[in-house]
Every structure is written in C-alpha cells, then in structure tokens.
C-alpha cells in the first residue's frame, strides 16, 4: 500500500498503530488478525498481511511472514 505522507511524519503521529487501526475496521476484522511486515520510504509504502481467523499461535504468524517475505524477494 503507498501512503502520500513523509515517512517521518508519518512515525512523528504514531503511523503503525492508526493504520492497523483502521484498516482493521475497514475491512471488519480484528487489529491482531493485522501484521506490519515492511515500511518503507518514497512516501510511505507499507507491506501487511491479514492472517486467518485460525491463525494465533505465534510459530504460525513467523512461518507466514517468512512465506511472504520469500515470495517479496
């Protein structure tokens, strides 16, 4: 997702927390189902992810992020 705001300023106004926020409540899940997996700057672009309903334990949340980011690369 690409962000039209400077990377600083974005963290200067807690960034990561307001966009799990409301992302979650746009698409009508649960912040913990939200996982950050990259930000970047160039504006702001922001790599997530948004883990199934079954999808708690903490081994499975690493072993989809190491999914994602093979496929990233």
Do not use: C, Q, W
């Not at 708690?56 to 072993?63: G, K, L, N």
Request: no cysteine; aromatic share 6%; glycine share 4%.
């Amino acid at each position: 997702m690409h962000l039209t705001v400077d990377i600083n300023d974005f963290y200067k106004n807690n960034g990561l927390t307001t966009f799990v926020d409301k992302m979650s409540a746009f698409l009508g899940i649960p912040t913990n189902r939200m996982r950050i997996v990259n930000v970047r700057s160039g504006s702001v672009y922001i790599d997530h992810m948004i883990l199934s309903d079954t999808t708690s334990d903490t081994a499975d949340v690493a072993s989809e992020t190491n999914k994602l980011n093979s496929l990233a690369d």
